[in-house]
């Protein structure tokens, strides 16, 4: 990748370097800009001040090709901005932002992301649609994840209920079964009743998915009671302290 500045707006872009020599236009002024052949820094280095000021610009078009070019960087600055960058309000833009994170390949930016949904959103679509990304991350999410509910464990408040939930909802659809106690705890002691019934989910999804499937297979309104019922015998089966 080329990563340059419009020459009339000063906007960072970041195009291939396939691109090299050619025109490309600014999707913030719509410029015609000319690429160069190398970076615009002798260093290469990206401009992350400027960039964290392209993740709040108006023009979606330039929020997006910030957190595209974050995917280019490392460190936890980048991690950070990007995180802060899942509270766009585009949906473009947060996928572009999780594509960045997995870019990036830092734990970090998992367990980031996670405390975040907890202290900054009410939105269930939101959180879900979170779920649904980090998953993708696949077993590099399970440690972080693991440790926000080791800390929830010793002191139940350290987290906010929804980041907690969050957490137990991507280690279940990861399998992750080195978590199958922990799962149980939030299932048995947790305060909160949804990160209770999400636990039982959970647990149930790693430790019996075959008959957490059959369960699936109920209608919504059918399904809470089995499930912890099943989880109550993962529980049972597995010798599991709680």
């Keep these: 990748m080329i990563i340059f500045k419009c020459a009339r707006c000063g906007v960072p872009m970041s195009v291939p370097q396939c691109l090299a020599g050619r025109s490309e236009r600014c999707p913030s002024c719509g410029a015609d800009i000319h690429v160069p052949q190398h970076q615009d820094t002798a260093d290469g280095e990206i401009d992350l001040d400027a960039l964290a000021g392209n993740l709040r610009h108006p023009d979606v078009k330039v929020r997006f090709k910030a957190a595209e070019t974050l995917g280019q960087c490392r460190g936890p600055r980048a991690v950070e901005m990007l995180v802060q960058a899942f509270r766009d309000s585009d949906k473009f833009v947060r996928e572009i932002v999780m594509e960045s994170l997995r870019k990036i390949g830092d734990p970090y930016g998992v367990e ?131």
Excluded at 147 to 164: D, F, M, Y
Excluded at 179 to 191: D, E, G, P, V
């Design 112 to 242: 980031m992301l996670v405390r975040d949904l907890g202290r900054h959103w009410v939105s269930a679509a939101t959180v879900q649609e979170a779920v649904r990304e980090l998953v993708k991350f696949g077993q590099a999410a399970g440690d972080p994840l693991i440790k926000i509910l080791t800390e929830t464990n010793k002191n139940p408040r350290e987290h906010e209920p929804k980041a907690v939930r969050a957490a137990v909802m991507v280690l279940g659809r990861l399998g992750e079964k080195r978590a199958a106690s922990l799962l149980a705890k939030m299932f048995r002691r947790h305060f909160d009743i949804h990160v209770r019934d999400e636990a039982a989910h959970s647990l149930a999804m790693v430790c019996e998915p075959e008959e957490y499937k059959k369960i699936q297979a109920l209608p919504e309104g059918r399904r809470r009671t089995p499930t912890r019922e099943l989880a109550k015998r993962v529980i049972r089966e597995n010798h599991i302290l709680v």
